[in-house]
């Protein structure tokens, strides 16, 4: 009947604007042809309360409880939240596919992939895909940390943004540990998003136009002092296979690649992943392109830790030559990568620290595509 259509639709535009966290600044209405409004309350819907208290609006307007000023901030808080709350989410949807992407990407040497686990006997696939889904709800809530002002000038140290950053990727790092049954499988990657997803909630939060060099700025900023971490360590005091190749070769790790901004990712990896897919690759292939120059490029102390410093050398000039010679034959550098991982499955070596970066380098892909 035209009564119960009529209610239909009031019910349609109430849930609407009690289904978005800024959805009590509409008043849409139904009226009916003999000019009567149909009423939330008719339809069993709470009448609507007031912005700034929990009176009914109609009281609070008809008394001028509050001021326009009072009214407005309000309401733009809440669209404010609302935007980087869709924001925050955006960015942790990214960073999922790129976990994926990274996962999925094969044949990666050393590495779990489509087609086999690697250099690893605890680890595989689906270890990584439980991972990441475990870590979505925690990628959004970095990239909400550097949207957070808790200044109303907004200029809040960025050693202050970093700290509660740390004590939201401890909790990641148990949510990850949870979900593999005490696998680590992303502890670097959970560092390194941290960093960019609340660097690129700043910069979304501050109105910062989005560019690599602005991005790796930022990043730079937010981990100025992360080498503390380093501070007076020595062979012998050294009590993690990272402080250790710190005090021997002075090799940083993951801290320096964040202390660089990621330049590797942003100024490396980025170009040549867009320059592959540029020449038609697929998504898969010029992702393992990639992975094979960050590996020929960047220090890697996973292989370093599973070898020595010198077979990594040697390894990275033979994969410069590789890609040299072979630049122009997706199918001779497929071979060569699938000919790389037998050998590094036999040398029991794991590049899982290039794999991080290329999970990065996807990540800032998918969000330039976004743009």
């Known amino acids: 009947s035209a009564a119960s259509d009529v209610y239909k639709r009031q019910e349609i535009l109430c849930l609407l604007e009690d289904s978005l966290s800024f959805g009590r600044l509409f008043d849409i209405d139904v009226i009916r042809t003999d000019e009567t409004k149909v009423s939330r309350t008719e339809l069993g819907f709470p009448g609507r309360k007031c912005l700034l208290c929990s009176n009914d609006a109609f009281v609070c307007s008809r008394s001028r409880t509050h001021t326009v000023k ?191 901004g990621y330049a590797t990712v942003l100024k490396t990896a980025l170009p040549i992943l867009k320059e592959e897919l540029k020449k038609g690759r697929s998504i898969n292939d010029a992702g393992v392109i990639t992975l094979l120059s960050i590996i020929a490029t960047s220090e890697d102390t996973n292989i370093v830790n599973r070898s020595s410093y010198e077979e990594m050398k040697e390894l990275q000039a033979r994969i410069q030559t590789v890609l040299k010679e072979k630049a122009h034959d997706t199918h001779e550098l497929l071979t060569y990568a699938k000919e790389l991982d037998a050998e590094m499955i036999e040398r029991n070596i794991s590049p899982g620290g290039s794999a991080d970066l290329l999970a990065l380098t996807y990540f800032i892909y998918l969000y330039e595509q976004e743009l």
Not at 76 to 96: G, N, P, T
Not at 118 to 124: C, E, I, S, V
Not at 155 to 170: K, M, N, Q, V
Not at 219 to 226: Q, Y
């Open 70 to 260: 009072e009214l407005l901030d309000k309401a733009c808080e809440l669209m404010k939240d609302y935007f980087e709350e869709k924001q925050a989410k955006k960015l942790s949807s990214l960073s999922m596919q790129a976990l994926l992407y990274e996962v999925s990407a094969t044949p990666k040497p050393g590495l779990v992939d489509r087609n086999n686990t690697g250099a690893h006997k605890d680890m595989d696939i689906f270890t990584f895909e439980a991972s990441a889904v475990s870590l979505n709800h925690y990628f959004e809530k970095f990239a909400l940390c550097g949207m957070e002002k808790e200044h109303e000038n907004g200029h809040e140290p960025f050693s202050r943004i970093f700290a509660r950053l740390r004590s939201l990727g401890i909790q990641a790092e148990d949510a990850m540990m949870t979900a593999t049954k005490g696998i680590n499988t992303h502890k670097g990657l959970i560092f390194s998003l941290a960093i960019l997803n609340c660097s690129l909630g700043y910069m979304y939060a501050n109105h910062i136009p989005y560019s690599p060099d602005t991005l790796l700025s930022i990043n730079r900023k937010l981990v100025a002092d992360v080498l503390e971490d380093f501070k007076d360590i020595t062979a012998e005091t050294a009590r993690t296979n990272g402080e250790r190749l710190y005090a021997l070769y002075g090799m940083k790790g993951a801290r320096g690649e964040a202390l660089s």
